[in-house]
């Protein structure tokens, strides 16, 4: 396909703009001035700014287009550049000047220049012939939000922010009011920003050409000494970030529109939660408490204590009385270390992280179904996808550039069915909503499994030739009474017979899910009965299907590829197994490794209560905070003799230290996290170490030094040197380096020649040889079955878009300013029924304690059914939660917890 530019012949590409033809061949953005385009928007065309002269022939008439939203035509003479074409552009943007601010033509001395700005300076117009003002001039700025702020005096109704808003984020906060010289943006029912449902994505703000919409940080127009690209520290999704420093400072960060996985796009936190890197509360010296108070010291002093102590207890109670508990916020080079310090200088398994409060139903789970536990496909299927599942998770909050995705998914329309307890968003937008009783999963799978084997909905061949056992899980489905399972789950049959004809007649359905799914009493079970649906259907090993569970934290994945768990060392390699142990002790150059597994958190913290472990090392986790049943962990604590806790921040965890060592955040070190799509990505060190804080890798590599193990490439820490090392260990990361990243990443497996892995399990191929069907009974939790007559409602908590896990950070931005409590919601019905009004504080309790906690009105849960969050210490909502947990892995059943509540 041929077409001309300025008489020379090129060739196109199918569906290419006249845009993008003549920026790809002259490799110039800027070829052709724009306006209201941006790569990242629908083509819209209303600006004319970047118009074209298009003939059907060399030389002969033409007509004038609109490049951004013109198709090239076979055969036609594109000329961009004319006089005519020049002159005309003028006059656009002459026009639109006459209602913008005179003084905001140029950019302000110490800022950089707006993309309008740069095609004012780019079409050259001097001076503005018509007079100013007509009608945005004397809008009214908007500061209500702690974060954007807009001023439409320099708006130039481009609508791309109306746009952004809705096709990036899924949301229609704003919008155009009015006609002609009248139109103008408003936000929700034209009102403040602050006071509309505003997300706080920042989308408008990245597109909008001009400083009518900008941020707190003035990002936009802000020169920057330098900008480094990193990955958020926040969420599995691994938005990728440009952070601007100036003098050393972290001044804004921008979504890069080249990053793959998140395409110009962050959520909140990314994008604006940063400030809490250099706040005064950083701990910036090591500290040992001393007569129950923390005093200040060396790095020597802290370490030469902490190694005297630890090899004390090792001597006196063997090296199985030290536990480590690892952080999924640290870097996966961080968590080598960790787990190598621990088995290798302790000589103990006992090492585990946050999956196990977390995510390790589904690496456990999908284990034994599939024979790897992590994702199966990579987000991007989403657009392939003819039905999208969404199981106990919730990522318009959890996951919110995914969850964007799964809503403009939903939005246009595709089959999607959603299971949860809560009216979420994302429900309230599905085909099907299927709003079960909390802990009834096992239950509604065996109903969908049902009607799809009944109905004959199954893919024989698929079933055949890639997997076992089927007939036993068939046959034991058949039998189930449907009408038992309805009254359980309280969905009816008929609308649970239509979702699964939806999911299995789907020719690709992709499945999501989160911790509705495993942080239950059958959340191991529930993953494989997931897994089930799959495999009976088809859908897995082809684009656009798959299991793929949201993973939680910036780093769990990989926190747990490199080794964090008990029974697992690096690459899931079986710790119990005399070979491996052998393999392993090979590898680091020692004797002989652990040989028995190790201890679970809760085990862990189960034996320190029995006396039997004496020393904790943990990196980066608030325990106390975010574990269930606070009293219990702290009954755990009180027994243990040695705490040591690499933080950033004091928190309920360190308070109970022996010793605090501050860590670098991120913003101040290299390395690596692993996306929830197996997606190892660089974290690029933005700033210098606050303080005398060291990078997590730095200590690990002196504490170990300090307890007899120097690492082969010496003492000073790096993380290219330790990626060398795990690509040595772990069989499937053998092509990883820190060069090979580059600026997207790999997904693992990752071959020796650096090839990677979009998705697992390819036509059938699955890790384990062949899949595998397993079949269950629901089964009621003890948590009900204990004191659910006690306390007749049931507790779920989860989390808000806002803030992350136990609060630390995001407490210690504006985030705080946009939402700053824990709140219970409940059905008004039932508030009502015991006298409680609207923003009450009311007295919650279980059988392990009580809090206080202001009630919010909400049809969003069922009667008998309440909600809340786990974000502020001055709730503390763990000190309810209960120590029952899932069957298999031990992870705390968070989502189902027996309560009642009174007036205060
Ligand atoms: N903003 C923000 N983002 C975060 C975090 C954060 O704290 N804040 N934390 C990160 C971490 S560590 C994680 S693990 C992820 C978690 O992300 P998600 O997995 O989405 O976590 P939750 O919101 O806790 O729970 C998900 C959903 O499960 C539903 N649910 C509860 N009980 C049941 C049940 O019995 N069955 C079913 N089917 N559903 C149920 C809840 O109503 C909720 O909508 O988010 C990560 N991202
Ligand atoms: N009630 C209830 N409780 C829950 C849950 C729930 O749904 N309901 N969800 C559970 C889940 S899924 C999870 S994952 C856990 C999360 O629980 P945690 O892992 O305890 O929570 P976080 O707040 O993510 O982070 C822990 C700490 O890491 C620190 N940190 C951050 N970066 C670094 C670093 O680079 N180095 C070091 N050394 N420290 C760093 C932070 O300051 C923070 O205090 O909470 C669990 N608790
Ligand atoms: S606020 Fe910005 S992005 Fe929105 S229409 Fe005005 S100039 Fe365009
Ligand atoms: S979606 Fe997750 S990774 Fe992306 S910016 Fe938000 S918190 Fe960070
Ligand atoms: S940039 Fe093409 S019409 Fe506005
Ligand atoms: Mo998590």
Excluded at 259 to 282: I, M, Q, S
Excluded at 526 to 538: E, F, I
Aim: charged share 25%.
């Amino acid at each position: 396909m041929t077409a001309y530019i300025n008489n020379e012949a090129y060739e196109f590409h199918s569906g290419e703009t006249i845009l993008d033809f003549v920026r790809r061949i002259e490799q110039d953005k800027n070829a052709i001035p724009t306006m209201c385009q941006d790569d990242r928007l629908e083509n819209f065309g209303s600006c004319r700014v970047c118009s074209v002269e298009v003939a059907r022939e060399k030389d002969g008439p033409t007509r004038t287009m609109a490049s951004c939203h013109t198709p090239v035509g076979e055969g036609q003479y594109i000329y961009h550049n004319t006089e005519k074409m020049q002159r005309l552009r003028k006059n656009i943007v002459e026009l639109v000047l006459t209602d913008y601010p005179s003084d905001k033509v140029f950019p302000a001395d110490q800022k950089k220049a707006t993309p309008f700005q740069e095609t004012i300076a780019q079409i050259g117009i001097p001076n503005v012939r018509y007079p100013e003002g007509q009608n945005h001039l004397d809008i009214e700025p908007d500061r209500s939000h702690p974060y954007i702020k807009s001023d439409l005096s320099q708006c130039i109704n481009c609508f791309r922010c109306v746009r952004a808003c809705e096709e990036i984020q899924g949301e229609m906060i704003l919008n155009m009011s009015g006609r002609g010289f009248a139109t103008n943006i408003i936000k929700g029912f034209d009102t403040s920003f602050d006071e509309s449902a505003c997300v706080s994505c920042g989308a408008c703000v990245q597109t909008c050409p001009t400083e009518a919409l900008t941020d707190k940080y003035e990002t936009k127009t802000l020169i920057a000494d330098k900008t480094v690209r990193t990955t958020c520290t926040y969420c599995g999704v691994g938005c990728q970030l440009d952070v601007s420093v100036i003098d050393g400072k972290i001044k804004g960060i921008q979504a890069p529109e080249t990053a793959e996985v998140n395409e110009g796009h962050t959520c909140l936190k990314g994008r604006f939660a940063f400030e809490f890197y250099d706040h005064p509360d950083r701990l910036r010296e090591p500290m040992i408490k001393k007569n129950g108070k923390f005093e200040e010291v060396t790095w020597d002093e802290a370490y030469d204590f902490i190694a005297t102590k630890l090899i004390d207890i090792k001597n006196k109670y063997g090296p199985d009385s030290i536990g480590g508990i690892s952080s999924s916020r640290a870097t996966n080079e961080e968590n080598y270390l960790m787990q190598k310090m621990i088995r290798v200088a302790v000589g103990t398994n006992n090492i585990d992280g946050c999956a196990r409060v977390c995510h390790a139903p589904t690496a456990w789970g999908m284990q034994q179904s599939f024979g790897t536990g992590a994702a199966t496909n990579s987000v991007e299927d989403l657009k392939q996808a003819d039905a999208i599942f969404l199981f106990g998770a919730n990522p318009i909050k959890g996951h919110p550039v995914t969850g964007a995705k799964i809503k403009q998914a939903f939005m246009k329309g595709v089959t999607s069915i959603v299971v949860d307890p809560i009216k979420t968003k994302l429900a309230e937008l599905a085909t099907y909503h299927l709003q079960i009783r909390p802990g009834t999963n096992v239950a509604i799978l065996n109903m969908l499994a049902h009607y799809i084997v009944m109905d004959d909905l199954v893919n024989k061949h698929f079933i055949e030739s890639y997997t076992e056992k089927y007939d036993e899980f068939k046959s034991h489905v058949e039998h189930l009474n449907m009408d038992e399972l309805a009254l359980l789950t309280g969905v009816s049959k008929e609308l649970v017979r239509k979702a699964a004809h939806a999911y299995a007649t789907a020719d690709r359905a992709m499945e999501f899910h989160g911790l509705g799914v495993t942080e239950h009493f059958q959340g191991s079970k529930t993953v494989m009965l997931l897994s089930n649906l799959a495999m009976m259907t088809g859908n897995i090993g082809k684009n656009g299907v798959g299991l793929n569970p949201l993973r939680g934290q910036n780093n769990v994945q990989g926190a747990a590829d490199m080794g964090v768990q008990p029974h697992q060392g690096a690459g899931y390699l079986d710790v119990s197994k005399k070979d491996i142990q052998q393999y392993f002790a090979d590898k680091y150059g020692i004797e002989k490794m652990p040989t028995t597994n190790g201890l679970k958190i809760p085990e862990m913290l189960d034996a320190a209560i029995d006396g039997k472990i004496k020393a904790l090392y943990i990196m980066g986790e608030d325990t106390i905070m975010t574990d269930p049943n606070t009293n219990h962990s702290i009954k755990a604590f009180e027994q243990v003799e040695l705490i040591v806790v690499q933080e950033l921040f004091m928190t309920a965890t360190t308070e109970m230290a022996d010793v605090v060592l501050p860590a670098s955040s991120y913003f101040e070190k290299n390395g690596t996290f692993t996306n929830g799509e197996r997606r190892v990505q660089r974290v690029n060190k933005v700033v210098e170490p606050i303080g005398n804080t060291k990078p997590d890798g730095q200590i690990i590599i002196d504490m170990m030094a300090r307890l007899g193990y120097e690492q082969p490439t010496g003492l000073t820490y790096d993380a290219a040197n330790v990626i060398e090392e795990i690509a040595d260990v772990i069989p499937f990361m053998k092509g990883l380096s820190w060069k090979r990243l580059g600026e997207n990443g790999l997904q693992w497996p990752i071959k020796e020649d650096g090839t990677d892995t979009k998705m697992l399990h390819v036509n059938g191929q699955f890790k384990k040889g062949i899949g595998t069907f397993h079949h269950f009974d629901f089964e009621e939790t003890p948590e009900i079955v204990s004191h659910g007559k006690k306390y007749p409602f049931i507790l779920t908590t989860g989390r808000e878009l806002e803030h992350y896990n136990s609060g630390t950070m995001t407490r210690r931005t504006d985030n705080q300013k946009i939402l700053s409590d824990d709140v219970l919601e409940v059905h008004p019905k039932d508030a009502i029924k015991k006298g409680i009004k609207d923003n009450e504080t009311v007295r919650i309790f279980s059988d392990r304690g009580s809090v206080e906690i202001p009630v919010k009105y909400s049809r969003n849960v069922k009667r008998g059914i309440l909600r809340t969050t786990f974000h502020q210490p001055e709730v503390f909502i763990n000190i309810i939660t209960g120590s029952v947990g899932d069957k298999e892995t031990m992870t705390p059943e968070y989502k189902v917890v027996a309560v009642d509540f009174e007036r205060l």
